[in-house]
């Protein structure tokens, strides 16, 4: 019995790695549909009796603007284009912070929120983290920078309900992602920890606030080379 129920877990462990590393592969190269995090917002609106709603259009990163990458680089991870996925600096700034009883900030690079939002589901679970960790991995290895900032902006939640550059781009602004200016861009990136909560237009002095400083740290990081 221990025989089968190892070997069991041998070809489970086997069939995770090898359907793991196929997804990553076909994601390299084909739009992601699809997140948990989409299925899991609509399960939640349908149980609390309000309308599905879910906006989504994937567009190539050629058509997002430049000023959108520059903002969310500057707002959630400015050494996404030099660290392998992990910045451990970022996570003990964070974590200092944290303890200090600052507002409370997460020390997730944008290539480990990528791999949580296509791969897996909300929670901070160790068993979860594991999982984000071996996905960021495979990301960084297979994808590169730009395809992880191209799915990335395809893929976060932007809104109740707005999922992506090119659907934020329209609801918040009335425009395409390509379109977008600098202090457009910062209103988006600014409202990323809680876009349910957030507005990125007739916004509140915190998110004002947010805005400006997102627009003066863009200007520090010049033109994004992949």
């Known amino acids: 019995m221990i025989k089968k129920i190892l070997r ?41 009796g309000k309308p599905m709603v879910l906006s989504h259009d994937w567009v190539p990163i050629e058509e997002i603007s430049p000023n959108l990458q520059r903002a969310v680089i500057a707002s959630e991870d400015q050494n996404f284009l030099n660290h392998n996925g992990f910045d451990f600096k970022a996570l003990e700034k964070a974590m200092e912070s944290n303890k200090k009883g600052k507002r409370l900030r ?35 290895l297979i994808w590169g920078k730009e395809r992880i900032m191209e799915v990335y902006l395809n893929s976060i939640e932007m809104g109740d309900g707005v999922y992506g550059a090119q659907e934020a781009s329209r609801v918040w602004y009335r425009k395409d992602a390509k379109n977008l200016t600098a202090h457009e861009a910062a209103g988006i990136a600014a409202i990323l920890p809680n876009p349910r909560k957030f507005k990125a237009t007739n916004s509140s002095s915190y998110i004002n606030r947010r805005k400006s ?3 003066r740290q863009m200007g520090y990081l010049g033109k994004i080379e992949y």
């Open 8 to 48: 069991f877990i041998g070809k489970a462990i086997l069939w995770f790695f090898g359907v793991s590393i196929v997804l990553v592969i076909l994601f390299k190269f084909v739009p992601v549909p699809f997140t948990p995090l989409m299925f899991i917002r609509s399960i939640e609106q349908k149980t609390a």
């Open 106 to 140: 997460g020390g997730s690079t944008i290539s480990q929120q990528t791999a949580k939002n296509v791969f897996l589901w909300p929670g901070r679970s160790y068993i979860r983290k594991g999982f984000e960790a071996y996905f960021t991995v495979l990301i960084e």
């Open 213 to 215: 400083h997102i627009v």
